[in-house]
């Protein structure tokens, strides 16, 4: 089997979003969707919706698709469609984009459950056949009180676990936009109290700033907190370049955190970070 062409459809379509810069909703905002679709000359054909800076929450820009359009397909038309690590390798080589490499990645798995009629996650080993799910907020929900609130409502409609993205590149006490970082450690200390103390003490609860803190003394002041409200784990506090930040940030705090790991280029499943926290 080899890979014989490469095509993308690209329609409108609607749904409720989030203005990050403003903290207010969008409902009904009109979005451009794109499905990928990588074809074999056996008729198997592997899809992959979505692929933009939030995965399948948008469409592969113009950019991205002239790119796949024209120098990815002349990579890896005629190819072996099962050959993922190369395609990969051959990707991280060429500088692609890493959200537009995903892209080929996951149509690649896709169409690999499609030629062996299995599905994807057995493919990769099927240790479990279902997975907790939890209730993640957008980044700037509103001031810390209502993420208290949304973190009880989520609890209430059933959901075993809750995660946090606090204030990024926005004041929660102005409620507008900030250039640059740091974010309001005030504001974010203020609000895993809240939603600790919204939930009660037994409640799964996790943390993710998204990389705003840029030192290590600002990380470890938030995570001395996380540890004495029994945060289950502490995600990309810092930029990932940093590395010897991450490495000193454990010996602070016991918390489980998320820091740096290899290069994506050392596998197509390898993420950019993990957590180091137990696993559920």
């Not at 329609?11 to 074809?39: C, N, S």
């Not at 990769?124 to 949304?150: C, F």
């Not at 609890?155 to 740091?182: L, S």
């Not at 939930?199 to 938030?222: C, F, H, K, N, R």
Request: hydrophobic share 35%; aromatic share 12%.
């Amino acid at each position: 089997m080899k890979i014989s062409d490469i095509k993308i459809k690209t329609f409108r379509t609607y749904a409720d979003r989030w203005d990050i810069g403003h903290a207010v909703p969008i409902p009904k905002a009109q979005l451009m969707q794109t499905v990928l679709m990588i074809e074999t000359d056996e008729g198997v054909t592997g899809c992959y919706f979505g692929g933009g800076s939030h995965g399948d929450a948008e469409g592969l820009n113009n950019i991205d698709q002239h790119m796949i359009l024209t120098r990815i397909k002349e990579l890896i038309v005629g190819q072996d469609p099962f050959d993922r690590e190369l395609v990969w390798k051959w990707l991280w080589v060429a500088n692609i984009p890493e959200n537009v490499a995903s892209v080929i990645d996951n149509c690649l798995w896709d169409l690999a459950g499609q030629a062996f009629k299995t599905p994807v996650y057995k493919l990769m080993g099927g240790a479990r056949d279902k997975l907790k799910a939890y209730a993640s907020t957008y980044p700037n929900i509103g001031v810390p009180q209502v993420y208290a609130e949304h973190a009880l409502a989520c609890k209430k409609e059933g959901y075993q676990a809750y995660k946090i993205h606090p204030h990024y590149f926005w004041n929660p006490a102005t409620r507008q936009p900030t250039p640059g970082r740091p974010s309001n450690i005030k504001a974010d200390i203020e609000t895993i109290h809240l939603v600790r103390e919204a939930v009660g003490p037994d409640y799964v609860l996790m943390y993710d700033p998204w990389g705003t803190y840029m030192s290590l003394e600002e990380a470890i002041q938030v995570g001395r907190e996380l540890e004495k409200l029994n945060y289950y784990w502490y995600e990309h506090p810092m930029p990932e370049y940093r590395v010897e930040s991450y490495v000193r940030l454990p010996a602070s705090s016991r918390s489980p955190s998320c820091r740096p790991r290899s290069s994506p280029a050392a596998s197509s499943a390898a993420p950019s970070g993990f957590c180091a926290g137990p696993a559920t």
